[in-house]
């Protein structure tokens, strides 16, 4: 729940760090959200792989919005529906400028728990959905649809993260076909495949 919470903070704290960007863009090196590669489009609608969410923890951020009708943008500025699904992707061990003794500390644990062959959780995966639009506060208004920590070591392969990172982009290809998905079974899924028969105890597909 601690990690959870400052995760959460985290994102409070874009929300603030955005506004600034607003007021004075010299405070925040990127605009938020700024599209980084030619935006993919699928089936439901497209995806952005997008900078901005300068938050500490932040490895990967993707934001699809659905295929819109002419008339949906002017209709999205009165009502702001909740219609685009933002994916965003967590590391949950020390950050780079964390004191050596923590970071030697997630290393023995990390070493300790899979010598056992248990899962040790590196990263947290959270699905948002999102207004396209600011609201009159200037907010993107936004509802929790799924958040959970996974581990996505593989054994002889590095770090995790490039699993990770691996698995959240087949997720958003995976929206792109079908943006009504069970979240839980889908990154299951995924997870299997980019871990291959790598599953280790207390984090099994469902």
């Known amino acids: 729940m601690a990690t959870f919470d400052r995760i959460l903070g985290d994102i409070l704290d874009f929300v603030r760090r ?5 007021t004075d863009k010299t405070a925040v090196k990127h605009k938020p959200f700024q599209s980084i590669r030619k935006p993919i489009t699928g089936d439901t609608g497209i995806a952005c792989l997008v900078l901005g969410r300068d938050t500490p923890r932040a490895v990967r951020t993707w934001i699809f919005s659905p295929r819109r009708r002419q008339n ?6 009165k009502s702001n529906p909740l219609d685009d699904i933002h994916v965003y992707l967590d590391f949950l061990g020390p950050l780079a400028n964390a004191p050596e003794t923590k970071q030697m500390h997630w290393n023995l ?22 207004s396209h639009m600011l609201n009159a506060h200037g907010f993107y208004d936004y509802e929790l649809l799924f958040w959970q920590d ?3 070591y593989r054994p002889g392969s590095g770090d995790p993260e490039r699993w990770a990172v691996a698995a959240v982009d087949r997720l958003v290809y995976r929206i792109l076909s079908n943006s009504e998905l069970d979240w839980e079974s889908a990154i299951a899924n995924i997870r299997q495949v980019v871990l291959g028969t790598y599953q280790p105890r207390g984090h099994q597909v469902a």
């Open 18 to 22: 955005f506004l600034w960007w607003k």
């Open 72 to 77: 949906d943008a002017v209709a999205g500025l």
């Open 109 to 130: 644990s990390q070493r300790k728990t899979r010598e056992k062959g248990e899962a040790f959780l590196t990263h947290r995966v959270q699905i948002l959905k999102a």
């Open 150 to 152: 996974y581990d996505f």
